[in-house]
């Protein structure tokens, strides 16, 4: 992949890792053609491989959206600074520099939808369902999304845009077919879209994958896929389309993937029920809380670095936030 220019992006982003400088690759595919995503693993690509982004220290701070809720899983909005601990890589934070309820910061959305044959018996309806979501998120001249379809590769049927006729259009464009690419779509969004994405201030990114979880054609595993999403520092909501009303194994994919990035994993019991998944989403995107702090004896080494946020009343309260991020190289 040739780099076509470099972008110098300031990343003091409210929600979205270390403050830094990215060396941003060329334009994405155009939308409604089929993108072929990572079709080498990083370690068969090397170490330090063009494909992905490479990362320079700006500032030694970072930034983290979390959600907050009681032990009767009701969101929790109206906690202070003092109510939590920050710790990064194991020790306290030395210094919070910002800290905030977050309902309005801009939106960043990529919708992941599982197109393969595994779920034609349901995909109209969660069609409807994703486009009504977009409907009532995608506020015009604020957020931007985007509509990815997959089966055995990913295809991009609307790009970025706060346009909800397009957005929608691109929803109905997908047709169900094919074997199931589950991790290389993961990966192909946020290496090759979120990643190339330019934040034009403080803004969230969130991804939405409806799947089955089921995965037979990717070339990248699970951990790579989760691994790419923390770099590009978006969180996964995952909805299940397993409807079958017992748990199966791309289920436990489906919550690995959510909790590795600060999201979550819904399971609606019937087909309807996705739509009130969707709403949930939409609610919590709207009632978290941002964190800027400065972590004790950071070094850019590319190292992952764990996160860990704990509410003072740990009995009452459940704090839910990204793992960890990626220290930035010099």
């Not at 957005?167 to 997908?174: A, C, P, Q, T």
Request: with cysteine; glycine share 8%; aromatic share 8%.
């Amino acid at each position: 992949m040739r780099w076509a220019t470099v972008l110098l992006l300031v990343a003091a982003v409210c929600g979205f890792g270390v403050a830094q400088n990215v060396t941003a690759p060329s334009s994405p595919s155009a939308p409604g053609t089929s993108a072929q995503p990572a079709a080498q693993k990083p370690d068969q690509q090397g170490g330090d491989s063009a494909d992905i982004p490479r990362i320079r220290v700006g500032i030694n701070e970072v930034n983290v959206v979390f959600t907050v809720t009681d032990k009767h899983g009701k969101r929790v909005t109206d906690l202070k600074q003092g109510d939590f601990h920050f710790v990064d890589d194991n020790k306290p934070a030395v210094e919070i520099r910002s800290f905030h309820a977050e309902a309005n910061l801009p939106l960043q959305v990529g919708l992941l939808i599982d197109a393969s044959n595994s779920v034609r018996d349901r995909f109209k309806f969660e069609q409807e369902s994703a486009i009504e979501f977009l409907n009532q998120t995608v506020r015009r001249g604020y957020d931007q999304a985007m509509v990815i379809g997959f089966d055995a590769t990913p295809e991009v049927t609307q790009d970025f845009t706060d346009d909800t006729e397009k957005l929608g259009h691109g929803v109905r464009e997908l047709r169900p077919g094919g074997g199931t690419a589950l991790y290389d779509a993961l990966y192909y969004a946020c290496r090759d879209k979120l990643l190339k994405q330019a934040m034009g201030g403080p803004s969230r990114r969130a991804i939405i994958l409806l799947s089955d979880g089921e995965d037979n054609l990717s070339h990248v595993t699970r951990e790579e896929a989760i691994e790419m999403a923390q770099r590009a520092e978006a969180i996964v909501y995952t909805i299940s389309t397993n409807v079958s009303g017992t748990k199966g194994p791309g289920d436990k994919v489906l919550e690995r993937i959510a909790d590795a990035t600060g999201g979550r994993a819904f399971f609606p019991f019937q087909i309807r029920d996705v739509a009130n998944a969707f709403a949930e989403i939409q609610d919590e995107l709207r009632s978290q809380y941002a964190v800027s702090y400065k972590p004790a004896d950071f070094k850019p080494d590319g190292h992952f670095r764990t996160i860990e946020i704990v509410a003072s009343d740990r009995k009452n309260f459940r704090v839910r936030a990204r793992r960890g991020y990626y220290a930035p190289v010099q």
